[in-house]
C-alpha cells in the first residue's frame, strides 16, 4: 500500500487457487496486477524469473531458504538483473537460532523487549493490536530499507538484498523506551507504568469519563502542565502545583485524576480543555475519527468505492502519493503484467 500509494506498479504473485483479494482491505489498493503462478513448476518459476528481470524490487515474506529451493534466490536473480532489490520479509531474520520457527507480530514484540512495558502496572502486558511488530518495526523498517537500496542504486547501478526482521524492526523501534528504563532519570526500572511514557505519570495518562468514554492527556512540558491542572482544578493542591518526572506519589496522584476525570463526560472534557493548550484529547475510535474537524480538514480519511481508507501519508509538496483505486481485477498471466510494463 505504501510503495503503491507513491506510484510503484505493484503485481502480487500468488498460488494458483489462492481466492479473490479483499477489495475492502487498504493494504491491497493500488496493485496493477495479480498473476497466479505454481512456482513449484517449471513453467511458473520461469514466469517468476521473467517478472523478476524487469521490475526494480521483489518482496518476499516466505521463511529463509524458501526462495532459494524454489529457484528464486537473490543469487540467481541478481545475477539476471543486477539492478533488482531483493527485499525479504521475516519476522525472526534470514538467520539465528528462530529463524525457521514459526511465529506471529505478538511473538515479535514479546522478544523484542516492547511487549513488557505495556499495559497497567499490576496487571499483564497487553497485546497493542499488531502495530508495533508487523506494521511498524516490519513494514515501515522494509519500505525503508527498499528507498535507503534505491537512492544508493542511483549512484552505484546495482541493487542488493534487504534482510527485513521484524524482531531488528521493534528492537529499534525501542531505542528510546530502553534508555527511559536504564536512565536514573525515570529511575532506571524495567516495570509498567514506571515512567513518563508509559502510564506511570498522572499527567500522560488515558483516563474513563463519566459516560463510559475516554481522554488522553499528554502535558510532559510545564507549560501544558500547568495548563492541564488548571483545567482539572488543582494547580492550588500542593501535591499537583509542581511540575516534576519523580515517581513518588505518581498513584496517589493519578487515582486523584482518575476521580476528577469521572466526575464529567468526554464532551463536557473537550468543552473545558478547548481553548486550553493542554495536550487533551478525546480518545477515538477510527469511525469518529473520521469526523473530527481536524482530520476533515486535512482528509486523513476518505470513502474510496464506498470504503473507508486512510489518505498516502507522508505527504510530499511536489510528488504527493494517490490512491489509486481499489484491487478488482481478476488474476492476469505473467506477459499480461509485463506488457503493463511495456516489456514484450
Not at 519476522?91 to 515479535?108: I, R, T, V
Not at 542488493?160 to 525515570?186: E, K
Not at 469521572?262 to 486550553?276: G, K, N
Amino acid at each position: 500500500m505504501l510503495l503503491a500509494d507513491f506510484g510503484a506498479e505493484v503485481i502480487r504473485i500468488d498460488r494458483v487457487g489462492t481466492p479473490p483479494m479483499e477489495p475492502s482491505d487498504p493494504t491491497n489498493r493500488g496493485r496493477i496486477a495479480r498473476v497466479d503462478l505454481d512456482l513449484k513448476s517449471d513453467t511458473g518459476r520461469r514466469a517468476a524469473r521473467d517478472l523478476a528481470c524487469h521490475c526494480d524490487v521483489l518482496v518476499e515474506g516466505f521463511r529463509p531458504g524458501v526462495m532459494e529451493r524454489l529457484g528464486l534466490g537473490p543469487e540467481l536473480l541478481s545475477g539476471q538483473n543486477a539492478r533488482l532489490i531483493f527485499a525479504r520479509m521475516t519476522g525472526w531474520g534470514q538467520y539465528g537460532p528462530l529463524a525457521a520457527k514459526a511465529g506471529h507480530d505478538l511473538n515479535y514484540i514479546a522478544l523484542s523487549g516492547a511487549l513488557a512495558g505495556i499495559g497497567p502496572r499490576n496487571g499483564k502486558p497487553v497485546p497493542p493490536l499488531n502495530l508495533v511488530g508487523d506494521f511498524g518495526g516490519g513494514s515501515l523498517y522494509l519500505v525503508f530499507g527498499i528507498a535507503a537500496a534505491l537512492v544508493e542504486r542511483a549512484t552505484s547501478g546495482r541493487g542488493q538484498v534487504i534482510d527485513a526482521a521484524i524482531c531488528d524492526g521493534v528492537a529499534s523501534l525501542m531505542a528510546f523506551p530502553n534508555w527511559l528504563y536504564t536512565s536514573d532519570v525515570f529511575g532506571g526500572v524495567e516495570a509498567r507504568a514506571s515512567n513518563a511514557f508509559d502510564g506511570g505519570r498522572f499527567y500522560y495518562n488515558c483516563y474513563e469519563c463519566s459516560d463510559g468514554t475516554y481522554i488522553a492527556v499528554a502535558a510532559g512540558e510545564p507549560q501544558f502542565y500547568r495548563q492541564l491542572c488548571e483545567g482539572m482544578g488543582v494547580w492550588s493542591d500542593p501535591d499537583f502545583a509542581e511540575h516534576g518526572q519523580e515517581a513518588a506519589g505518581a498513584e496517589r496522584r493519578i487515582a486523584v485524576a482518575e476521580r476528577i476525570f469521572r466526575s464529567r463526560s468526554r464532551d463536557d472534557w473537550c468543552a473545558i480543555f478547548e481553548q486550553r493548550d493542554a495536550c487533551f484529547t478525546p480518545i477515538l475510535w477510527p469511525s469518529e475519527a473520521a469526523g473530527h474537524p481536524h482530520h476533515q480538514a486535512r482528509g486523513v480519511l476518505m470513502h474510496v468505492e464506498g470504503h473507508l481508507q486512510p489518505a498516502p501519508a507522508p505527504r510530499l509538496s511536489r510528488t504527493p502519493g494517490s490512491i489509486r483505486g481499489l484491487t478488482l481485477s481478476p488474476p492476469v498471466t505473467s506477459e499480461e503484467a509485463l506488457a503493463r510494463w511495456n516489456v514484450a
